[in-house]
């Protein structure tokens, strides 16, 4: 079974720094682009960055590049979220999906909420 | 980055049909087959019902389908039940000076 499981979310003030993990079982890792995305409270789904399986190839929405970095670990099958100067309007469930060779998204996290606030 | 354009709201009774659109340009929807629909209850993480613009993946019931028109995709859902009331999104990988993904803005389907 596919699985996917956030963690690292939590509460930070404006400016602060948080990384995010995505830990994945059920399927071949290193085989598969990966990607994060976003959802402020009462909001919709916004794509904020994804990555290679390989992890040479990096995308990013332009509200966070410079900001963001997306890595991954395949030795962990773990793929990560680096958060810097992050700003209240950053405040949002993270989710980690799998991206298909097709570029759609077949399986989720369940998300980790980060809250940016002074 | 604009998002992908979806009506914020449509509603049907049960057993009717009801249609969600969803616009883009030449640059995702109309360039590329790969328009997706996931399917978003509250608090859940969204689900992938519609990928390819039509097709269906495992355990998806039937009574969704997906199509596309030049720079438009539609999402179908038929004999509409109770549980379909949800919020649904569209989303299409784009490219212009570089690749990356949008979402349509959400649809929030009510079943009367």
């Known amino acids: 079974e596919v699985q996917l499981l956030e963690s690292g979310g939590g509460l930070r003030q404006p400016g602060g720094s948080l990384r995010l993990s995505c830990e994945v079982s059920?399927?071949?890792?290193?085989?598969?682009?990966m990607t994060w995305v976003r959802q402020a409270p009462g909001k919709g789904l916004e794509w904020v960055s994804g990555?290679?399986?390989?992890?040479?190839?990096?995308y990013s929405a332009d509200s966070v590049t410079g900001r963001f970095t997306i890595s991954r670990d395949n030795s962990k099958n773990t793929l990560f979220l680096h958060m810097n100067s992050l700003r209240v309007d950053d405040t949002a469930v993270y989710y980690c999906?799998?991206?298909?060779?097709?570029?759609?998204?077949?399986?989720w996290g369940q998300g980790t909420p980060v809250t940016v606030s002074s | 980055q604009s998002a992908l354009t979806q009506p914020a709201s449509v509603s049907g009774s049960p057993g009717q049909s009801i249609t969600i659109t969803c616009s883009g340009t030449s640059s995702d929807i109309g360039g590329y087959n790969s328009v997706s629909w996931y399917q978003q209850f509250p608090g859940k993480a969204p689900k992938l019902i519609i990928s390819?613009?039509?097709r269906r993946p495992s355990g998806i019931s039937d009574r969704f389908s997906g199509s596309k028109s030049d720079n438009t995709a539609s999402l179908t859902i038929s004999g509409l039940q109770a549980d379909d009331e949800a919020v649904y999104y569209c989303s299409s990988y784009r490219r212009i000076t570089t690749f990356y993904w949008v979402f349509g803005g959400g649809t929030r389907l009510t079943v009367l």
């Open positions: 990555l290679s399986a390989s992890g040479d190839r990096t």
């Open positions: 059920g399927f071949k890792f290193n085989l598969f682009a």
């Open positions: 999906a799998r991206v298909t060779p097709n570029n759609w998204f077949d399986s």
């Open positions: 390819d613009v039509d």
